[in-house]
């Protein structure tokens, strides 16, 4: 049993997912460098910053601490989509969203000493057709404000989703059966 489980993440929904698993982490932020780098697919690019966060924390104590980062993607056409800039730029997303299919990519890292493994989450998310206004409205919630691709599928954005093909938990942020996948590698299990 590890000392010390840390999650270097600032993300309510991070928590939340953690927490539904019976795991009450430590919050550690790591703050890095999000550019994507040239020539950089988006797997390499979400895998390479879960990885980077998880190499970033430094935590006081014990070898056996584990470190969980992840890090989520929403990916259009090979194009990768963070959090919206400003109000027309969550626009310019959601409309791209609209009535198409995309990928939510989720890579989880978990390091314990020298040790770091990762793994990546692959859902398809496909919105019904939108209208402006709805845009507009959703804007407005503050919801979009902080997320990738500028929604929320555990909020309001749900009412935008037709289907799903993947990890609910990955769409949110952080892949559980991954996740659990990880700590049971290093001898945690949550069941």
Not at 13 to 32: H, N, T
Not at 166 to 185: F, N, R
Request: proline letters at 5%; one cysteine or more; a negative charge.
């Amino acid at each position: 049993m590890p000392s010390q489980i840390i999650l270097a993440s600032r993300s309510p929904r991070r928590v939340e997912l953690l927490r539904q698993i019976g795991i009450e982490a430590e919050i550690m932020p790591a703050d890095i460098d999000e550019s994507v780098l040239a020539a950089e697919s988006p797997p390499e690019y979400v895998l390479r910053m879960a990885r980077e966060k998880a190499k970033a924390v430094e935590p006081a104590g014990a070898e056996d601490t584990l470190i969980i980062a992840a890090d989520t993607a929403v990916v259009v056409g090979g194009r990768i989509y963070g959090k919206p800039a400003s109000e027309a730029d969550a626009a310019a997303m959601l409309r791209s969203l609209s009535g198409r299919t995309h990928h939510v990519l989720s890579a989880v890292a978990l390091r314990q000493g020298n040790r770091l493994s990762s793994r990546l989450s692959d859902s398809a998310v496909t919105f019904r057709p939108l209208s402006d206004a709805e845009i507009q409205r959703y804007w407005q919630s503050g919801e979009p404000v902080d997320k990738a691709g500028g929604y929320a599928i555990q909020g309001l954005g749900a009412v935008f989703i037709a289907s799903i093909e993947g990890s609910y938990s990955g769409i949110m942020g952080l892949p559980l059966q991954e996740t659990a996948a990880l700590l049971a590698e290093c001898g945690f299990r949550v069941l």
